[in-house]
């Protein structure tokens, strides 16, 4: 059992950055690939990001790749999403999630509740 709790969302400018954290618990943290996914109102799921348990590979969404990037701490049991050049199409709830590596959401088995990145133009 994992448990996610995410942090680091808020309002920000077109430009700008932002870090969201996912803290986990469960001392399997470290074998799971995590991943970032985030959802606009009145849109689906999207996949953003994803790191394997090692942190050896990542994948990313096309929109944000050269923007955002993932990484995690296993000895911190977190997952972070370094959120670079944000624009206001990146404006959704961001959720954190742990299964194996995939682009889609039903392969990840736990999730948090997630956190709310607003871009303003």
């Known amino acids: 059992q994992v448990q996610l709790v995410e942090s680091g969302g808020g309002l920000v400018q077109a430009g700008g950055a932002l870090r969201l954290s996912c803290a986990a618990s469960?001392?399997?943290?470290?074998?799971?690939?995590m991943g970032w996914f985030r959802q606009a109102p009145g849109k689906e799921r999207e996949f953003v990001a994803a790191?394997?348990?090692?942190?050896?590979?990542?994948n990313y969404a096309d929109s944000v790749k050269g923007r955002f990037t993932i990484s995690r701490d296993n000895a911190k049991n977190t997952v972070y999403l370094q959120m670079n050049s944000l624009k206001p199409e990146d404006t959704a709830v961001y959720y954190c999630a742990a299964g194996t590596m995939s682009y889609n959401s039903s392969s990840y088995h736990y999730w948090g509740q997630g956190t709310q990145v607003t871009v303003s133009s």
């Open positions: 469960g001392r399997t943290f470290s074998s799971y690939t």
């Open positions: 790191i394997s348990w090692k942190g050896s590979i990542t």
